[in-house]
């Protein structure tokens, strides 16, 4: 094939059928899953004006260098959403619901990152907040729907987690942080070396193995955590562990943004690369509303990327697509009854496809077998004159090809009843 003359943009992929097919599923799994623990959708703008997020992260990566912004025709400083909670918290000093407020949001994101594995330019997240709730259980509940979904999902995990405490203990452990990365300065990387000087609490984020060396070794956020950052984190691993869900405490766990205080956690894939094995992850983000200029509001949520979920999953993904394919496939021979027939079996919820143009039925039955159909239905002068259709099976349960040879003559007038039973519809 020659060269296209267009390409996607560097970092962004175009997802077709049938991959795009396990990730609609993922999408719905999601959405089941909110809706079941009572959070409403929220549809946010893919773009806001650059203080949203610029004022919750000045010193991480995401807004330093990874923002995709540009000026508007009005020149008004814009931002493609690198990520939602900001934009979340935004619409709720925007508009005031009741508290406790408990939505859920998917969709793009944008951060302009080197493209590798796992990392792209656009990637789609999911993810739910639930504001108004300083209560331990809020923590737990946020914890566990991004566990069950990812489980449910079919991603092998481990639950990481930590507490950040509130401002006053943070200012105390980072200053102690700094001075411990200072004594190792000549061991950290150069990136290292320019986050130690903007923020020392993100270089414990840092994935370059001689960073990493040194931030085993840093004094953990534990002992400066106050009484009721304490307890309220013991609470939250309490509940855990009476939902039996397994964490594992994290003590150098921090987060991408600057804004989580108390709880912090992350869902790691234990089949993915360490470079991007995080699926998700989030926490609590106390100060955020006063920080946008909003109301005093306590918050916790989670983001999770589809896309790397997708690819954490890889191995299940056909046998997820398997129960989504298609039906019946039509091999009209005459040529003038496929539509009719396809539009009435679609109408029951029967899925089916059929070829155009009057093809041979070697050739309409090759693209039956490469359409997935469990069955084929041949519609030839035979079957017009007998106001009936064959019926093909063209796969076993498992998903195999069958003998060609049982073929079953319908009765036009009972074919969707008949494919229905066929199909246990
Ligand atoms: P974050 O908002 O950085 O906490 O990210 C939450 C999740 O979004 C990550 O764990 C990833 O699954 C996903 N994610 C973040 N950045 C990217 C990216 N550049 N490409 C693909 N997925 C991403």
Not at 77 to 104: D, G, N, Q, Y
Request: aromatic share 8%; charged share 30%; hydrophobic share 40%.
């Amino acid at each position: 094939m020659a060269k296209p003359k267009y390409s996607s943009p560097k970092g962004i992929k175009d997802i077709l059928a049938p991959e795009s097919g396990a990730r609609r599923a993922l999408l719905d799994l999601f959405s089941q899953e909110a809706w079941l623990a009572g959070y409403g959708e929220i549809v946010l703008p893919m773009f806001e004006e650059v203080g949203v997020f610029s004022r919750v992260g000045e010193s991480t990566e995401i807004v330093q260098k990874q923002m995709y912004d540009f000026y508007d025709k009005d020149e008004r400083h814009i931002v493609l959403r690198p990520e939602s909670t900001a934009s979340v918290m935004r619409a709720f000093i925007e508009h005031r619901p009741t508290l406790p407020w408990k939505c859920w949001y998917e969709g793009a994101h944008f951060r302009y990152e080197k493209p590798q594995a796992g990392r792209f330019r656009q990637f789609h997240q999911v993810g739910i907040e639930l504001l108004g709730a300083e209560d331990p259980v809020a923590d737990a509940e946020v914890i566990a729907l991004g566990w069950g979904f990812l489980n449910k999902a079919g991603a092998k995990i481990k639950l990481l987690i930590n507490s950040l405490g509130d401002a006053a203990s943070r200012e105390k452990y980072v200053a102690e942080l700094g001075k411990y990365l200072e004594s190792h300065l000549s061991d950290l990387s150069d990136s290292a070396k320019t986050t130690l000087k903007l923020n020392p609490l993100r270089v414990l984020d840092s994935k370059i193995p001689t960073d990493m060396k040194v931030t085993s070794e840093a004094p953990e956020m534990k002992k400066f955590l106050s009484t009721q950052d304490t307890d309220h984190f013991q609470e939250v691993c309490e509940n855990l562990k009476n939902l039996g869900i397994e964490y594992e405490l994290a003590p150098r766990l921090v987060r991408g943004l600057d804004y989580y205080t108390r709880t912090a956690f992350e869902y790691v894939s234990v089949d993915l690369d360490i470079a991007h094995d995080a699926l998700g992850g989030g926490g609590r983000y106390d100060g955020l509303s006063e920080s946008l200029g909003g109301p005093e509001c306590v918050g916790v949520g989670f983001a999770i990327g589809i896309d790397r979920t997708l690819l954490a999953i890889k191995e299940k993904i056909s046998s997820e697509i398997a129960t989504k394919s298609l039906d019946v496939f039509i091999a009209d021979l005459v040529g003038d009854s496929a539509l009719m027939i396809a539009m009435e079996l679609r109408s029951v919820g029967i899925s089916t496809d059929y070829s155009f143009g009057r093809r041979s039925l070697k050739a309409q039955m090759k693209q039956a077998d490469r359409s997935g159909a469990q069955v084929a239905l041949i519609i030839g002068e035979e079957e017009l004159e007998k106001d009936s259709v064959s019926l093909v099976e063209l796969r076993k349960s498992e998903g195999e090809m069958r003998e060609k040879s049982e073929q079953d003559l319908i009765l036009r007038s009972e074919l969707t009843s008949e494919i229905r039973k066929y199909l246990n519809k």
